[in-house]
């Protein structure tokens, strides 16, 4: 029906509106991790540059976009939460345009869709589904057509893949280098020549980013304080080669790709298969650590477009839309008793506007029920209210969203110095002399003073040089510590938190 009444633009397109709607009804408390990016495109709004003034782990267009929306449409949670529901919503639509053009079934194309609907990655990774996604796009228009002006794009996008986080070029490369590769396998002059030419562009579109990294810090300091971050990012979240079944089904899927890319299909040809069947198998391998159910749907939105294109390449479209429509079948039965549990009566549409606008009031007021850890929203509140806008924040401990929530610039150029992070001596150093040339007014250690002194050193010796006071936050956490300047006159209390407020509430 959806075939017949539909077209496949008109299709997406309400893909993408139930993906984005489904997205903000379910918006509920925002991870700490988004924070982490959220906070380095509030920096720059503050006036503080990437890599001169704040690290970058390699990932600048990931919080520069968030930048840019912030500067036009408000500093607010509301506003980031929509740019990345946008992402996600585009990326759904185009999943939706892969699938249908993959098996020429609309329900198979609206099952693959729905998977990435249902299996939404959290906020602040939706870039890892919309880069692979795009980047499968622009593969198969090139091998459509090969071309030098589909050659540019495949070089542009790989170069976008680069700026949003350095390791999606290593993906998004080695997938279009085979696209290339076997494309032009006929003739392998051509092929030598679209390889070189695809290398020097993307290398040409993200040289400005690279002169302006060499310019601040250097090229080679900047790509090894990157690689000490993954590094210890590894350390934290991998322990081992996976174990678990589901990660060998999930790396099955694209190894059958690879091997049914020996095989001519009736839509697509071997280099278009091959090149989405390495890009999800890369996906497989440099995602799927730590904890599976968490990470799997990272890699979901490339696969459903991948076991679309299979289902594809070894059936006529009525066997897709057949085994599509008993798949949903089955989907649906699976999931409709225990919906029946947990549902007591289908939400009317007035229901639904008035809790969007629950989730509308709670984004723009960032109410302690949206935040990470509602318990420090007392802290939160007092940096707003007992310091000046201008004064900057250190935060050690997980607790990127203070400065951010705070609407405070960071200090020392990370928003929250994590324990086993940036505890290099190059990396403390930079650190520290970030901190010489900046007016930090208050510390915040969520993890207690002990924790702080004895990670990063050389930060202590610098705060111990200021004259700070030390002040348990009893009232919040017995744990955390803050410590402040003295105040040049007698500080008020501040009732929340009990720490003195030199700055009088606004009435």
Same mark, same amino acid.
């Given at each position: 029906?959806?075939?017949?009444? /539909?077209?496949?633009?008109?299709?997406?397109?309400?893909?993408?509106?139930?993906?984005?709607?489904?997205?903000?009804?379910?918006?509920?408390?925002?991870?700490?991790?988004?924070?982490?990016? /959220?906070?380095?495109?509030?920096?720059?709004?503050?006036?503080?540059?990437?890599?001169?003034?704040?690290?970058?782990?390699?990932?600048?267009?990931?919080?520069?976009?968030?930048?840019?929306?912030?500067?036009?449409?408000?500093?607010?949670?509301?506003?980031?939460?929509?740019?990345?529901?946008?992402?996600?919503?585009?990326?759904?639509?185009?999943?939706?345009?892969?699938?249908?053009?993959?098996?020429?079934?609309?329900?198979?194309?609206?099952?693959?869709?729905?998977?990435?609907?249902?299996?939404?990655?959290?906020?602040?990774?939706?870039?890892?589904?919309?880069?692979?996604?795009?980047?499968?796009?622009?593969? %198969?228009?090139?091998?459509?057509?090969? *071309?030098?002006?589909?050659?540019?794009? /495949?070089?542009?996008?790989?170069?976008?893949?680069?700026?949003?986080?350095?390791?999606?070029?290593?993906?998004?490369?080695?997938?279009?280098?085979?696209?290339?590769?076997?494309?032009?396998?006929?003739?392998?002059?051509?092929?030598?020549?679209?390889?070189?030419?695809?290398?020097?562009?993307?290398?040409?579109?993200?040289?400005?980013?690279?002169?302006?990294?060499?310019?601040?810090?250097?090229?080679?300091?900047?790509?090894?304080?990157?690689?000490?971050?993954?590094?210890?990012?590894?350390?934290?979240?991998?322990?081992? %080669?996976?174990?678990?079944?589901?990660?060998?089904?999930?790396?099955?899927?694209?190894?059958?790709?690879?091997?049914?890319?020996?095989?001519?299909?009736?839509?697509?040809?071997?280099?278009?298969?091959?090149?989405?069947? /390495?890009?999800?198998?890369?996906?497989?391998?440099?995602?799927?650590?730590? $904890?599976?159910?968490?990470?799997?749907?990272?890699?979901?939105?490339?696969?459903?477009?991948?076991?679309?294109?299979?289902?594809?390449?070894?059936?006529?479209?009525?066997?897709?839309?057949?085994?599509? $429509?008993?798949?949903?079948?089955?989907?649906?039965?699976?999931?409709?008793?225990?919906?029946?549990?947990?549902?007591?009566?289908?939400?009317?549409?007035?229901?639904?506007?008035?809790?969007?606008?629950?989730?509308?009031?709670?984004?723009?007021?960032?109410?302690?029920?949206?935040?990470?850890?509602?318990?420090?929203?007392?802290?939160?509140?007092?940096?707003?209210?007992?310091?000046?806008?201008?004064?900057?924040?250190?935060?050690?401990?997980?607790?990127?969203?203070?400065?951010?929530?705070?609407?405070?610039?960071?200090?020392?150029?990370?928003?929250?110095?994590?324990? *086993?992070?940036?505890?290099?001596?190059?990396?403390?150093?930079?650190?520290?002399?970030?901190?010489?040339?900046?007016?930090?007014?208050?510390?915040?250690?969520?993890?207690?003073?002990?924790?702080?002194?004895?990670?990063?050193?050389?930060?202590?010796?610098?705060?111990?040089?200021?004259?700070?006071?030390?002040?348990?936050?009893?009232?919040?956490?017995?744990?955390?510590?803050?410590?402040?300047?003295?105040?040049?006159?007698?500080?008020?209390?501040?009732?929340?938190?009990?720490?003195?407020?030199?700055?009088?509430?606004?009435?």
């Amino acid at each position: 029906m959806t075939r017949e009444r /539909l077209s496949p633009a008109v299709a997406a397109l309400v893909v993408a509106f139930a993906a984005f709607a489904s997205g903000y009804l379910t918006t509920g408390a925002i991870e700490n991790d988004h924070f982490v990016m /959220l906070a380095r495109a509030f920096q720059v709004l503050y006036g503080d540059w990437p890599v001169r003034d704040f690290v970058d782990p390699g990932q600048p267009l990931a919080y520069l976009v968030s930048t840019a929306a912030a500067a036009l449409f408000g500093e607010t949670l509301l506003v980031n939460v929509v740019l990345s529901l946008v992402f996600f919503a585009a990326t759904a639509a185009v999943v939706y345009l892969l699938a249908h053009r993959a098996t020429g079934s609309a329900i198979a194309a609206l099952i693959a869709a729905a998977l990435v609907i249902v299996f939404s990655p959290r906020l602040y990774n939706t870039t890892k589904i919309v880069v692979p996604v795009v980047a499968i796009a622009l593969a %198969w228009q090139y091998g459509d057509r090969p *071309g030098p002006g589909r050659l540019v794009a /495949l070089a542009a996008w790989t170069a976008v893949a680069f700026l949003m986080r350095h390791d999606y070029a290593l993906y998004v490369g080695i997938a279009n280098a085979a696209l290339l590769a076997v494309t032009h396998a006929a003739s392998p002059t051509t092929a030598a020549r679209r390889l070189g030419s695809y290398a020097a562009l993307s290398l040409l579109f993200v040289s400005p980013w690279l002169a302006y990294v060499e310019w601040q810090q250097g090229v080679g300091e900047y790509f090894a304080s990157a690689l000490r971050f993954a590094a210890a990012e590894q350390r934290r979240t991998a322990a081992g %080669w996976p174990r678990s079944p589901a990660f060998y089904l999930c790396v099955a899927i694209p190894m059958a790709g690879v091997a049914l890319s020996f095989r001519r299909g009736p839509r697509l040809d071997a280099a278009q298969l091959l090149s989405a069947s /390495l890009l999800v198998l890369l996906l497989d391998v440099a995602f799927l650590r730590d $904890v599976l159910t968490a990470r799997v749907a990272d890699v979901v939105a490339p696969m459903a477009v991948l076991a679309s294109a299979l289902a594809g390449h070894v059936w006529s479209p009525r066997s897709v839309g057949r085994a599509a $429509v008993l798949a949903l079948a089955v989907a649906v039965s699976a999931a409709a008793i225990p919906a029946a549990a947990r549902v007591r009566s289908i939400p009317t549409p007035a229901a639904v506007v008035r809790h969007a606008a629950v989730v509308t009031r709670r984004l723009e007021q960032a109410s302690p029920d949206i935040q990470p850890d509602p318990s420090l929203a007392p802290l939160v509140d007092y940096l707003s209210r007992c310091t000046a806008p201008g004064d900057r924040v250190l935060v050690s401990g997980f607790g990127p969203e203070i400065p951010v929530l705070a609407h405070r610039p960071f200090a020392s150029g990370l928003a929250s110095w994590i324990p *086993g992070y940036y505890d290099n001596p190059r990396d403390v150093a930079r650190g520290r002399a970030q901190l010489e040339r900046e007016h930090v007014s208050v510390v915040v250690m969520l993890d207690g003073s002990r924790v702080f002194f004895s990670s990063w050193p050389g930060l202590g010796e610098w705060l111990l040089r200021q004259g700070m006071e030390d002040y348990p936050l009893s009232a919040v956490n017995a744990r955390i510590r803050v410590w402040l300047r003295t105040p040049a006159s007698p500080a008020a209390v501040d009732r929340a938190t009990g720490l003195p407020c030199s700055i009088p509430a606004l009435p």
